[in-house]
């Protein structure tokens, strides 16, 4: 697939855009990702469901004039896919095949020959209902087979298969990938059939964003899951939420979202007082309080000097493991350098840095800003709190930062950001709570907040 582009009709499927991706013969890929990822519009396409709007097919090397592969010879195994129960093994087969050659006794010798060979151990006479759901996996690896598809779909997104399971399964697949037959698993986590993948991809947002190779797949896909590069869902990927009116002085929780950058403008504020302190005050007057689901380790607090924070003798990717090793244990209370080498380059990746930086001392201001909010991103909060975040950084760098923050958004975060001028927070926010000594006097959210921006760009 190059360049493809599918923008499916149902609102709940993530569009492909730009989507490039190859398979070769007997070659097996683990794609990773969630529900707003575009596997199941990839799958659809793959089995002929949808078809591209952009972009070009090839199979063997030639282009496919169709616009979806629902002409190729493909076999999908997930919940959907099911036989009739009061049929034998062999009247599904032939139902599905139709017209076969040879005769019927000759069909049912290749059949049971293709039943041993994939390890099922049943007789070709056996009613569907009889087989475990296990038995009717293999069942569809000998359809695979008796057709000479090109290619099975393996679809454990919304299957739980045990570890037994898919030991069952691993050398089946191993047979029909020598035979030159590939293999694509569609999952949400890592499973074993990961351990035995030439590949993995990490989907997100309809496209690849990540490709891990046999011997790197163990170990770091696994983190690339946990640094937060998976899927979101599609109201958090859909952009920032339309937020709901805020009343004044009325009580209640302060309605901090998913997908939101809510901004927190108070000229009185002293920028000695530590936000988190200050925010404890505002909702103290204000008569609000926090939402009463936010645990412990849902809200992380970035301080206006974060950056200092930092330990200028680590490198930037023993840095990041600090706080990420919350979730990726150390062996033995030591980080593995693989590791450290592994979040560097993800660092140096995102925010396009040269390839010879690798000391803090290295980065600029703006830079040392970034890594000091990335590290504490990929432990996946709900709620940032960013205390004036663009202070002291030069207007030509807040770029970087304001996009930054934006991609957050789009992943589904909440960033409370607070300063004490609004230009800090112009061009970034979804609404600003203006206040003065704590007491919010004004909302600004949408057309207002735009126009105050208008106004404030034109030299008002």
Same mark, same amino acid.
């Given at each position: 697939?190059?360049?493809?582009?599918?923008?499916?009709?149902?609102?709940?499927?993530?569009?492909?855009?730009?989507?490039?991706?190859?398979?070769?013969?007997?070659?097996? &890929?683990?794609?990773?990702?969630?529900?707003?990822?575009?596997?199941?519009?990839?799958?659809? =396409?793959?089995?002929?469901?949808?078809? +591209?709007?952009?972009?070009?097919?090839?199979?063997?090397?030639?282009?496919?004039?169709?616009?979806?592969?629902?002409?190729?010879?493909?076999?999908?195994?997930?919940?959907?896919?099911?036989?009739?129960?009061?049929?034998?093994?062999?009247?599904?087969?032939?139902? +599905?095949?139709?017209? @076969?050659?040879?005769?019927?006794?000759? /069909?049912?010798?290749? =059949?049971?020959?293709?039943?041993?060979?994939?390890?099922?151990?049943?007789?070709?006479?056996?009613?569907?209902? #009889?087989?475990?759901?296990?038995?009717?996996?293999?069942?569809?690896?000998?359809?695979?087979?008796?057709?000479?598809?090109?290619?099975?779909?393996?679809?454990?997104?919304?299957?739980?298969?045990?570890?037994?399971?898919?030991?069952?399964?691993?050398?089946? %697949?191993?047979?029909?990938?020598?035979?030159?037959?590939?293999?694509?698993?569609?999952?949400? %986590?890592?499973?074993?059939? @990961?351990?035995?993948?030439?590949?993995?991809?990490?989907?997100?947002?309809?496209?690849?964003?990540?490709?891990?190779?046999?011997?790197?797949? !163990?170990?770091?896909?696994?983190?690339?899951?946990?640094?937060?590069?998976?899927?979101? #869902?599609?109201?958090?990927?859909?952009?920032?939420?339309?937020?709901?009116?805020?009343? +004044?002085?009325?009580?209640?929780?302060?309605?901090?979202?998913?997908? !939101?950058?809510?901004?927190?403008?108070?000229?009185?504020?002293?920028?000695?007082?530590?936000?988190?302190?200050? @925010?404890?005050?505002?909702?103290?007057?204000?008569?609000?309080?926090?939402?009463?689901?936010?645990?412990?380790?849902?809200?992380?607090?970035?301080?206006?000097?974060?950056?200092?924070?930092?330990?200028?003798?680590?490198?930037?990717?023993?840095?990041?493991?600090?706080?990420?090793?919350? $979730? &990726?244990k150390p062996r033995f209370g030591v980080l593995p350098e693989?590791?450290?080498?592994?979040?560097?380059?993800?660092?140096?990746?995102? /925010?396009?840095?040269?390839?010879?930086?690798?000391?803090?001392?290295?980065?600029? %201001?703006?830079?040392?800003?970034?890594?000091?909010?990335?590290?504490?991103?990929?432990?996946?909060?709900?709620? $940032?709190?960013?205390?004036?975040?663009?202070?002291?950084?030069?207007?030509?760098?807040?770029?970087?930062?304001?996009?930054?923050?934006?991609?957050?958004?789009?992943?589904?975060?909440?960033?409370? @950001?607070?300063?004490?001028?609004?230009?800090?927070?112009?061009?970034?926010?979804?609404?600003?709570?203006?206040?003065?000594?704590?007491? &919010?006097?004004?909302?600004?959210?949408?057309?207002? =907040?735009?126009?105050?921006?208008?106004?404030?760009?034109?030299?008002?």
């Amino acid at each position: 697939m190059t360049n493809v582009r599918v923008r499916p009709d149902d609102p709940t499927m993530a569009a492909l855009e730009g989507f490039h991706f190859n398979l070769r013969h007997g070659e097996m &890929v683990f794609m990773l990702g969630g529900v707003w990822s575009g596997m199941m519009v990839l799958k659809d =396409l793959l089995t002929g469901r949808c078809e +591209i709007s952009g972009g070009k097919l090839f199979v063997e090397g030639r282009p496919v004039p169709e616009k979806n592969f629902g002409m190729e010879s493909v076999v999908c195994i997930d919940n959907g896919a099911g036989f009739c129960k009061s049929l034998t093994v062999e009247e599904n087969l032939q139902s +599905i095949l139709g017209k @076969i050659s040879g005769g019927k006794r000759a /069909f049912r010798r290749r =059949l049971e020959e293709q039943m041993a060979w994939i390890g099922l151990r049943c007789k070709a006479d056996t009613l569907v209902s #009889q087989l475990s759901g296990l038995d009717q996996c293999l069942l569809w690896l000998v359809l695979a087979r008796l057709q000479e598809s090109s290619l099975v779909l393996f679809d454990c997104t919304e299957s739980s298969y045990s570890e037994q399971d898919l030991e069952r399964y691993r050398p089946s %697949l191993e047979k029909i990938r020598e035979a030159g037959c590939s293999v694509l698993v569609f999952s949400r %986590l890592p499973n074993l059939l @990961i351990r035995m993948s030439d590949r993995a991809a990490l989907l997100r947002n309809g496209s690849v964003r990540k490709v891990f190779y046999r011997e790197e797949i !163990e170990e770091q896909a696994v983190l690339s899951y946990l640094m937060g590069l998976e899927a979101v #869902q599609r109201d958090q990927a859909a952009g920032r939420m339309a937020a709901p009116e805020l009343e +004044i002085n009325r009580g209640g929780t302060l309605p901090v979202q998913q997908g !939101e950058i809510l901004g927190i403008c108070d000229a009185s504020w002293s920028l000695e007082e530590p936000m988190p302190d200050y @925010i404890e005050g505002l909702l103290r007057e204000n008569g609000w309080s926090w939402p009463m689901d936010l645990g412990p380790h849902d809200l992380v607090y970035i301080s206006e000097n974060s950056e200092e924070s930092l330990l200028h003798s680590l490198s930037i990717g023993a840095n990041i493991a600090l706080v990420a090793s919350r $979730l &990726v244990k150390p062996r033995f209370g030591v980080l593995p350098e693989r590791m450290k080498q592994f979040y560097l380059q993800e660092f140096k990746t995102r /925010f396009e840095l040269e390839e010879e930086v690798t000391e803090v001392e290295e980065l600029r %201001l703006f830079e040392r800003k970034l890594l000091s909010i990335y590290r504490w991103a990929l432990t996946r909060p709900r709620v $940032l709190l960013l205390e004036n975040p663009l202070l002291r950084i030069p207007l030509a760098e807040r770029a970087t930062l304001t996009e930054y923050f934006r991609s957050l958004a789009e992943d589904g975060f909440c960033l409370v @950001i607070s300063a004490n001028a609004l230009e800090n927070l112009k061009g970034i926010c979804d609404r600003v709570l203006l206040a003065r000594d704590k007491k &919010v006097s004004q909302v600004l959210c949408g057309e207002v =907040l735009n126009g105050v921006r208008k106004k404030e760009d034109t030299g008002r």
